[in-house]
């Protein structure tokens, strides 16, 4: 004589045994037995999740608006233009001018990084070609593309846009 209930026809060796549901309890076996989750007196709003400590949400990044007006168009164009009358003076004296506005400081610092660029490869370059005659053209080559590159980005800020010019050109000395 075996102890316990007596067995229940249920599923044969190659059949899957019933999945349990999460209300009901472990080892049951009649579905008369189910237990409902516990009830919570009335309705309640879902409250949202808590935030972790030590995490904090970031700030949304900052917006990069464009030009205000005219005015900020015609010295972010002097950065670049510029260099075509006086260098890399042109550009410093945009950098280092009142303007303020995050528009004409970025066109003035890569047009400032611009005109360093073309000063230091014109040095280097004619002190190397005191010892060798053909390295004359690096420099030659090198501002022949920097001022394609100056028409190519002052054509950008005269549309409010800016265009990152090739590090080669414009070495990024200043932000």
Do not use: C
């Not at 999945?19 to 472990?26: A, E, F, K, T, V």
């Not at 989750?37 to 990044?61: D, T």
């Not at 002190?127 to 053909?134: D, M, P, R, Y």
């Amino acid at each position: 004589m075996a102890y316990g209930p007596p067995p229940q026809p249920g599923p044969g060796p190659w059949q899957q045994p019933p999945q349990q549901q999460q209300w009901q309890q472990p080892h049951q076996q009649a579905p008369q037995q189910w237990q409902q989750p516990p009830q919570q007196q009335g309705w309640q709003q879902q409250q949202p999740p808590q935030q972790q400590p030590g995490w904090q949400p970031q700030p949304p990044p900052p917006v990069d608006q464009g030009p205000a007006d005219a005015h900020e168009l015609n010295w972010a164009l002097m950065a670049y233009i510029g260099q075509f009358v006086i260098g890399a003076l042109a550009p410093a004296i945009v950098y280092f001018g009142r303007i303020r506005s995050p528009f004409v400081r970025r066109h003035a610092a890569q047009g400032l990084n611009m005109g360093v660029a073309g000063a230091v490869v014109w040095i280097v370059g004619l002190l190397l070609s005191q010892f060798v005659g053909i390295l004359v053209w690096i420099p030659v080559v090198f501002t022949a593309a920097l001022f394609v590159f100056l028409v190519y980005a002052g054509r950008a800020a005269n549309k409010g846009e800016f265009r990152r010019v090739p590090a080669v050109l414009a070495w990024p000395l200043l932000k």
